[in-house]
């Protein structure tokens, strides 16, 4: 068992949780830092055996098309390439993951990593959610080609981001590397003010 | 802004790509027999037409993945794209 350390979120210094109210009303948009999330780097040719073993390690099959994701008891698997998956779990369950991945996958030319710290996620929602997202990203974000369910990795104000949408309300989680998470949140804060915005926990 | 289709995200911004350069350029399979002349063709020498170009483009923002394009060079149309082990369609450049 590796040493612990004093773990703090991408976004902790910003003290959003003195921000945070209960019920955000009319705010068009909402936002929030979700905190340790935990996400697991998945790699590996889409053959049968494989998404058997990896299918029977998360409870679903990795999709094969591109840009969505799948998912079943609080786990994720978004789609990064035709060899390649995020797999996000709810923070603490990327080890249970990762082990389960790995005692599926022995003798497979797989890869399983923990890159948990790699990015940060920011929640965002409300009805103006998608006007916010489309002042800074080059993806067709209208319902008839991005709905929930779909993810892509693309720029978000010129940083790399991977962009799920999890509800038709609209909401997305936005990940992205966590040295860009200060910038990316004020951007999008100063992109959301016109709509009124809401902080909430995450 | 040209839009490319990678041909596993689909239709994107060329803000997305990175350009490769001229594609289908087989690296000598003995380099230590080839004339300095013949060497130098392989790494420096490149087409520069005006009109059908075969090149390679890579989703940098995206899945990351290399593959091929057909792009006119004159009025930027791209009139096929491929993935990486695959033959350009119809007649080539």
Redesign the interface.
């Known amino acids: 068992m590796p040493e612990t350390y004093p773990r703090q979120g991408a976004l902790d210094h910003l003290r959003l949780d003195a921000r945070a109210v209960d019920d955000p009303g009319d705010a068009g948009v909402v936002m929030c830092a979700r905190r340790f999330v935990g996400k697991v780097n998945l790699r590996g040719r889409p053959t049968k055996r494989f998404r058997e073993a990896a299918g029977g390690a998360l409870g679903f099959a990795p999709p094969v098309k591109p840009n969505t994701a799948a998912g079943a008891g609080g786990v994720s698997a978004l789609w990064l390439g035709p060899d390649e998956w995020l797999i996000v779990t709810p923070p603490g369950r990327e080890g249970e993951v990762i082990e389960g991945l790995r005692a599926r996958l022995g003798g497979q030319h797989a890869a399983v990593t923990d890159v948990s710290e790699g990015r940060a996620v920011i929640g965002l929602a409300g009805p103006r959610a998608r006007e916010v997202l489309m002042k800074g990203c080059p993806l067709d974000l209208h319902p008839r080609a991005f709905k929930a369910g779909d993810c892509a990795q693309s720029t978000l104000a010129r940083a790399l981001v991977i962009v799920h949408q999890t509800s038709d309300a609209p909401a997305y989680d936005v990940y992205v590397e966590r040295s860009f998470a200060d910038y990316l949140w004020r951007w999008l804060e100063d992109a959301a003010t016109e709509y009124g915005l809401a902080v909430i926990r995450g | 802004m040209l839009e490319i289709t990678c041909p ?6 060329e ?2 790509f990175d350009y490769g350069g001229e594609a289908h350029i087989d690296r000598p399979k003995d380099p230590d027999k080839l004339t300095d002349e013949a060497w130098a063709e392989y790494l420096f020498m490149r087409k520069n037409p005006k009109g059908p170009h075969l090149e390679r483009w890579m989703h940098a ?5 290399w593959f091929n394009v057909r792009r006119d060079t004159f009025t930027h149309e791209i009139t096929a794209v491929y993935r990486m082990g695959e033959k350009p369609p119809g007649d080539g450049a």
Do not use: K, N
Not at chain 2, 8 to 13: A, F, I, K, N, T
């Open positions: 596993w995200c689909g239709p994107r911004d803000t997305e923002c995206g899945c990351r993945r």
